[in-house]
């Protein structure tokens, strides 16, 4: 066990990650009132991985993927997505820009129906205004015919087929978690970002949505980006693992590191005395 | 044989209500074809507070301002250069629309009731300044009287028949374009944003921009329900555009379905005829009104034909005749 350890903390800085550096935080801050949810934070996403965002409540983890977002501002550091700064970008042009997010409490548009929901989605790649809308002009029906098109094959992709006319809030919960990436994979995004995806779920859907997940970055060449509570899906499913504690980065690295790494078992079990 | 009938019925309701809109003024006279002038009014302005109210769901209770410019400019323009009317009209239109840019351009992050209290502050300034009389323009509380009929050159529309059709034709058209707008990317971004604005955020909409283009073209709406108001009357005044007028409008998408083009209709029938038949106890139809609103809300709070959502459209139950998947 000794000699296990050593050999983690010793690999700490030499562990490889292939791909290119997808999103990039550089000393991240986010204060509320003096408070810092997020401090210094210096985080990687690499192509092509899943990442997992771990930590106690409390530990900044929404906050870091509301700023990546664009829902805050953050006061210093920089979000770098492709190379190119985001930071302090409004929500939708960094939706634009490829990185699309679902919420840890679903955000749904309850009174539209799943289509619609879907079709919302594609709102950021489409550009029919309101002369094109009027006139119905031939570009407009085409756009149209290709927001409802590219909707309906994501409803298929999710297994929401046969909901697509019901109200969003009329399905089961755990088909509106499905809905809810369906319509950030409607926006045609390179990085995906799900907060507590499997919050909610029972073991047999959480098993379903983290396959789905692989197979999507498998086909659709996606990065994911996740936090999750549910320590077996994140063991299970995840290629790097950063994990916070107080706002603060305290580990990263592979899961086999971070199940080893005392400080990430100090942060949930507290110190043993 | 229900569902066989429905379809058919569906289809034969548009022309049905066409043709009994163009029939009611040569079934009655006077008095009450005036009556259904100012019914198409208020189909106008609560079809224009939809667009704000009832499809982007943000509070506006100043929207009479946004009437009172659509009145003002046709006036002021027609009696000072004597601009023809119908000129005017789209020009009320841009008036009215560029207004409401520049006042909603600084409040345009407001949520729910804050918002609503400041339209509500917007409107009585729009009141006030007109009866302060900026630069002589406006004629203070008298208006401004002497406005000339719609005319196109060798066709003068004078009468309460010429009024009739033309305001009804101005609401045919608006319906066909608000319909239109509804069902495109423009209208499900509204409602995304009346439904959760971070989702709408996070969906890629531009919360902002939307939000201003549905108070413009709103406003846009109201300008031209003030154009052919102005026509009509001959003369404006400040007390046309209370906040009384506001809320009458607000309770027309309320007492229809926010967002229902059928509803605004109903709404506004029951806001414009309902004083008209309890004329006779003119003294608590107030209080009647009051009453049938507190019912309604009771009632039916989704208003009296709210809108069909997530149903689909008959071209839709078409195409899933013919395609059977899923």
Known sequence: MGSLQARDSAAEDTFTRDGAIVLETAGLTKSFGGLAAVDSLDMRVHRGEIASLI?????????????????????RGSVFFEGKEITGRPPHRIVEKGIARTFQNLRLFSNMSCLENVMAGRHCRTFSGVAASLFRTKSQRNEEREIRERAEERLRLVGLWEFRDELARNIPYGRQRMLEIARALATSPRLLVLDEPSSGLNPRETEDLMEFIRAIIRDEQLTVLLIEHDMNVVM???????????????????????????KVIEAYLGVRS | MAGTLTPVLRRAALPFVIALFAAYPFVTAGYFIDVGFFFGIYVLLGLSLNIVLGEAGLYDLGHAGFYAIGAYTTAILNTRFGIPILILLPVSAVAAGLFAYLVTFPIIHLRGDYLC???????????????????????????????????????????????????????????????????????RAWNCIREDEVAAQAAGINVRAYKLLAFVLGAALAGIAGNLYASKLLIVSPESFSFWESCLMFSIVLIGGMGSVPGVIIGAAAVSLFPEIFRSFANYR????????????????GGLWPRRRGGMEGRDLLRKLWRRDG
């Open chain 2, 286 to 301: 107030m209080v009647v009104f009051g009453v049938a609103m507190i019912l309604m809300m009771m009632v039916r709070p």
């Open chain 1, 236 to 262: 299970g499913i995840s290629d790097w693992v950063t994990v916070m504690d107080g706002g603060e980065k305290i580990s990263e690295g592979p899961p086999a590191h971070i199940y080893h790494d005392p």
């Open chain 2, 117 to 187: 209290i400041v339209t509500i502050g917007m409107g009585e300034i729009v009141r006030l300044a007109l009866i302060n009389n900026p630069f002589g323009l406006t004629g203070g509380p008298n208006g401004v009287s002497g406005i000339q009929s719609p005319s196109l050159g060798f066709l003068t529309i004078d009468s309460s028949l010429g009024y009739y059709f033309l305001v009804w034709i101005v609401v045919g058209v608006s319906i066909f374009g608000l319909l239109r707008l509804q069902r495109s990317r423009i209208g």
């Open chain 1, 55 to 75: 930590g106690p409540n409390g530990a900044g983890k929404t906050t870091v993927f509301n700023v990546v977002t664009g829902i805050y501002r953050p006061e």
